[in-house]
Each structure stands twice: as C-alpha cells, then as structure tokens.
C-alpha cells in the first residue's frame, strides 16, 4: 500500500488498525495540520472534505464523474444501504466498492443519525435505536452490533461507531450526558463487535453537546479506548457558531496529534477553513450536492443562485479560472459550460443540477487542496486573511463575528492587515 517510510514518523496503534497517518505539517501559528491518511483503497490528503453519495451514488454524478472532481473518500449511508440494497446483497457482491464500481475509499455511518433525524418515531434504549420500519411499520431495532455487522458487510474503509445523538440545541443536560456516556458504552460494543479491523477502521464518536466539561470527560473515554480515527459528532445542528469553534477547540487540544479528526456533518467552506484553524482534518456535508440542486454555484466569492434573471446572458463560466469539467473550455477537454447555459437548465432538467455539483465537489476539493498547500507552506493565516477579503468583496465590517473571534483564539487577526 505505501512507500518505505521512516520508521520514526510512523504511528503503530497497538490495537488493529487499517490505516497510517503520516503528519507532514504543521502551521506555526495555528493548530491546522497537513498529513496524508493511508487508507485501505489509497492515500488521502488531509484537511479534506467528503462528499456525500447517500444510495451509494452521488446525486446526479457518475462514479467516474466524482473521480474526476479528484474525490478518493466519499461518503456513504450504512441506513439507506442496509435497506437497499440490503445485507444479503452486499454480501453476495461483496461490498459497496464493487456494487457501485468505486476503487477508492468510503467512509459509512453508522446508520443512526439517518435513523433519528428521518424517522421521527425513534426511540433510543440501552439496546438500541428502535424504529418503525418505513417499508411495512413493522418494528425494528439498530444495536451497535448490527451496525457494525451492516458496515463490515459495505466494507467501508472507514466505519462509524453507533452514537446517541442528540441535539446540540436539547435543554435537557441530563439526556445529554446520558448520550455521552451511553456513546462510549456503544463504543465498546462496537469494537467488541467489528470482525474486520485488518481491513475497516472504525471511528469514535465524541458527544457531550456544548457543555465543554462533558466533551472533555468524553475525549478522555474516547481517546482511552483507542480507535484509529476520531470524529467529533453532534455539531451543526443549529448551534451558534461560537459554541461550535468552542467544541471543536476543546476536542481538538485533547487528542492524539497522530491520528485523524473529522468533524461530521461541516461543509460551508468558511466553516471548514475556521475549523482546520482548529486542528480538525475531515469533513462532510450534503450542502454542496444539496444546493447545486437549488441553482446554487458555490465560488470563491460566495454562493450565487444561477437562476437569477440577471445570469441569463452571462456568457461566463461558472467560475472564471476554475479548472473543473463543467467550467473547463473545450478546447481544454472540459464542457464549457456558461452561466447562462446553467441558468437556462437549472429550473427545468436535471442536466443544471448535475453540472453544478461537479462544480460544487470540484470547488470544496480544490479548496482543501490549496488550504493543504498553504499549510504546508506555513502561509495559512495568510491564506485565510486572503480567503475572507475575497469571499466579502474587502468589506471587513461584514466578517462574521464567530470567524474573527474563534481565528483570533488561534493567533490569526483577520481585522487587521497583514
Ligand atoms: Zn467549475
């Protein structure tokens, strides 16, 4: 799988593990790293951000396509795969690389998120989610085990452990620590459970909500039990962005420098960049596919919507510059696309939506790129004074105030100029 490497840089997790993070960077002024994650279908460049092919297919994209937006870890739903195609499927064809002709790497949850947010009669015991199924109502019940069971049948090359999720903006402080608690009793049966870490590597899940005391105590349980990647969960659930930066500040000061960090479910791309600042490596979110299917172009300068009247003769491409196939000129093997063509599609035929979510992966792909890149040239404040002065157009009165506060707990003063 990977070159020789010096043995010194080289983490060997005691328990099993099917990846090696090697760390490359790190920024002298914040706590962002760059590092390359070797994972069991190839090695990924971290920060980066994952898309998200909820049926095992990213709306509107080709498996080659989101190759082509230079994708190598795309999500997948362990829910909507286990009821369709169903285990027994899975099994026969031997995991979702071969059902959907993807040779890189997947990332699953763990079916329990999809679960409480889909199905509102839910309910979480000590066994289980117990649910209604929404095929026939017939009552059913996800444990850790099964959900470890229905991934090692995917064959993810990164699984998810069941958590409890609950939401950040919940009054109720005790059911929030139960969820914590609970979460990390999950855990143990889900490593206890997992029949295949020479080949799948599972993630914990920190919870605790906003309460910083919680997500601490939770780290420190987490971390103990030694997993070879760590997510931060429970977040973007219409928290205040402040007390999101404060989360994933706490978390991030608490983990092992020499293993991956994914904050679940980010994908606007300030708060990505914000949250790398933070010393977190991995995201994911629908939004960019989502919203492309709204007539939403997500650029450098923000989000525009092409089915505004005033795109109808803008002859231009989506982002002038970019070098994704919906942009690129034909003449430089790409599609050409104009704004105008989008704007003439997108409320009609699927062809606006699909187009713009190459644009929109391609556009969060690149981004991370030139965030690494910046990282490990030890520029990335720079880059992120840069990032902000373009996304707003050089009016500083309209940063948003959690991205100045949380960068300024990092050493970056986007105020001023540097
Ligand atoms: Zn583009």
């Not at 997510?231 to 420098?257: H, N, Q, R, Y």
């Amino acid at each position: 799988m990977s070159a020789v490497e010096d043995e010194d840089d080289m983490v060997l997790s005691p328990s099993p593990s099917a990846l090696k993070f090697d760390l490359v960077a790190r920024c002298s002024t914040t706590k962002a790293r760059a590092a390359t994650l070797r994972l069991p279908h190839g090695p990924v460049q971290l920060p980066m951000f994952m898309p998200v092919a909820t049926q095992a297919s990213l709306k509107g994209l080709t498996p080659k396509q989101l190759e082509e937006t230079s994708c190598r870890l795309c999500l997948n739903n362990t829910y909507h795969l286990g009821l369709k195609p169903g285990q027994k499927t899975l099994d026969a064809i031997g995991g979702a690389h071969k059902l959907q002709s993807w040779p890189h790497n997947i990332l699953t949850d763990s079916g329990g998120f999809q679960m409480v947010s889909l199905l509102k009669l839910s309910q979480v015991t000590e066994e289980g989610v117990r649910f209604l199924s929404p095929h026939d109502g017939t009552p059913m019940l996800l444990t850790p085990e099964h959900s470890i069971s229905l991934q090692n049948s995917i064959g993810s090359d990164i699984i998810m452990q069941l958590d409890d999720v609950i939401a950040t903006t919940s009054p109720d402080h005790e059911r929030i620590k139960e969820a914590m608690l609970r979460s990390v009793r999950w855990l143990d049966r889900c490593i206890a459970a997992h029949e295949k870490p020479e080949s799948q590597n599972l993630f914990c899940i920190i919870q605790g909500g906003l309460d910083l005391e919680l997500r601490k105590e939770c780290c420190r349980a987490m971390v103990a039990r030694d997993t070879p990647g760590i997510a931060i969960g429970g977040l973007s659930g219409g928290e205040a962005k402040a007390e999101f930066c404060k989360v994933v500040d706490i978390c991030t000061s608490l983990l092992p420098e020499k293993k991956p960090r994914y904050v679940m479910g980010v994908g606007y791309p300030e708060d990505i960049l914000v949250s790398v600042a933070l010393g977190a490596d991995m995201f994911d979110c629908v939004w960019p596919t989502r919203t492309a299917r709204f007539g939403n172009a997500v650029t450098s300068t923000g989000t525009s919507n092409l089915r505004h009247a005033a795109y109808a003769y803008d002859f231009r491409p989506v982002e002038e510059g970019c070098q994704c196939a919906c942009c690129r000129p034909q003449s430089e093997g790409g599609l050409g696309v104009t704004r105008a063509y989008i704007h003439h599609v997108a409320a009609k035929e699927t062809a606006g939506a699909h187009l713009l979510s190459i644009h929109n992966v391609h556009f969060l792909l690149e981004l991370m790129r030139r965030a690494r890149e910046a990282i490990v040239e030890d520029r990335y404040p720079a880059f992120l004074v840069d990032y902000f002065d373009k996304l707003y157009g050089g009016e500083k009165d309209k940063y948003p105030q959690w991205a100045v506060d949380a960068l300024k707990g990092v050493g970056i003063d986007l105020m001023s100029n540097l």
